[in-house]
């Protein structure tokens, strides 16, 4: 038997206004684009989120919860919409009805945070942990970190957090001879499961669907079916990780896209030993084929699978230090508003747009950029940092001051 593990990630940033100028610091304290965000979350909404929600829940019906998928969506996203697209909430809550969706755990601001703060960290997964709860009555059992960020720490750390199951990329410098059609536990757990994204299979939906000059353009159900059925015999997971946006938004309707996904699990049932499962599930039905050693931090991102789409250039780093710099008098201030606005300067996307990267990935960070630089984003992101440091400054002075003022305030004399 295979079993093909579907697991999609739903995430949009809160995104600052790309004008926020040095001459802004100390005068506006409002720093994100509601009308890019309110924009951008409609457009996605839309060409995405309602029409392949209602896609899967009709594929679930039909095929008598046979078909499972899973999604890890980030704390921002809900957020997002919550405000601009109920809607789409809605239809995140009918398909958790079904009990054939599963929902992961990441951090709630889709940070770096465990290379920064473990505190933070811990605390940001039991953010969201609570929302998935709260929202769509799960308590996740599976770990899936910003945009797959992981090493044998981060798999020891999880796993002391009660996780059963934690998802990577099946990096070829990783796996080397082995393949990332099985499950696997990280080194250095005894419980922890480990699943590996089988990227090629992945990225031949995610980024080579539309793709006309690409030599198995047009993909269709049937073929790709078949290249999963190939796999019998040689393999018992096949890891199918991507962008939720993959349908709609980076893969236009246009393309056929939809009409694959409605044809794939048809194509996938013609073969009698092939399944669709759930990371939780797979865990219980799979016995970990050997331990995996991964001492360096890898991604999903770019050729290398590394850090560097975000840590990767002087400016990512400078910024990545600055902000993390500011959390313990961030803490201190104990307003949660503030707090709130420095955990949205922690989203991982604003070191994204500040990648040089302009090689054999440029298209994929100019797509994705909203600033016209990466340099431009630099600037707009210190210059919101250093008014928030201003206002964490005051506002932790101004404490100072009223505290100092209750303690020198005179006893009032009660003697008869």
């Known amino acids: ?86 809607e789409v909430i809605e239809l995140f809550k009918a398909l958790a009805d079904t009990g054939c969706v599963e929902f992961l755990s990441e951090t709630y601001y889709h940070s770096l945070a465990f290379l920064f703060s473990r505190p933070d960290f811990k605390k940001q997964v039991l953010q969201h942990k609570q929302m998935i709860h709260d929202l769509f009555g799960q308590t996740p059992t599976t770990f899936r970190n910003t945009e797959l960020i992981y090493n044998n720490d981060l798999a020891k750390f999880i796993e002391e957090m009660g996780y059963k199951t934690i998802i990577a990329e099946g990096a070829d410098h990783v796996l080397g001879w082995r393949s990332p059609n099985f499950l696997y536990q990280p080194k250095d757990c005894y419980k922890l499961n480990l699943l590996l994204k089988n990227y090629k299979l992945s990225d031949d939906i995610a980024f080579r ?60 049932f013609k073969h009698p030993d092939f399944s669709f499962i759930n990371p939780h599930e797979a865990a219980m039905h799979y016995t970990p084929v050997s331990k995996i050693d991964v001492p360096n931090f890898i991604s999903w991102a770019d ?45 991982s996307d604003h070191f994204y747009y500040m990648c040089t990267k302009w090689f054999s990935d440029g298209d994929v960070h100019k797509y994705f ?20 440091k201003e206002t964490v400054k005051n506002r932790l002075k101004s404490r100072a001051v009223r505290k100092q003022k209750k303690v020198n305030q005179p006893i009032p004399d009660r003697s008869l």
């Open 1 to 86: 038997m295979v079993s093909i593990c579907f697991y999609f990630q739903v995430h949009q940033p809160f995104r600052l206004h790309k004008g926020y100028s040095f001459f802004d610091i100390g005068a506006n304290h409002f720093y994100e684009d509601e009308t890019a965000n309110r924009e951008i979350c409609n457009k996605v909404s839309s060409k995405c989120y309602i029409p392949m929600n209602r896609l899967l829940l009709e594929l679930i019906e039909k095929h008598k919860g046979k078909f499972k998928v899973s999604f890890s969506i980030t704390g921002v996203a809900i957020e997002q919409l919550q405000r601009f697209n109920p």
């Open 209 to 268: 669907f539309s793709n006309k000059g690409w030599s198995e353009h047009p993909l269709k159900a049937e073929k790709y079916a078949g290249w999963l059925h190939s796999i019998n015999g040689n393999g018992e997971l096949i890891n199918l990780f991507m962008d939720y946006e993959t349908f709609g938004e980076h893969q236009w309707e246009d393309t056929g896209i939809f009409n694959f996904m409605r044809k794939f699990p048809d194509e996938v």
């Open 303 to 347: 050729i290398e699978r590394d850090l560097t789409a975000w840590l990767g250039n002087p400016m990512q780093n400078s910024a990545s230090e600055m902000v993390y710099a500011l959390e313990q008098d961030i803490v201190k201030t104990k307003d949660q508003n503030l707090i709130s606005i420095w955990h949205k300067l922690l989203t």
């Open 369 to 388: 950029n909203p600033y016209d630089t990466p340099f431009d984003a630099y600037i707009v992101f210190v210059n919101v940092l250093n008014d928030l």
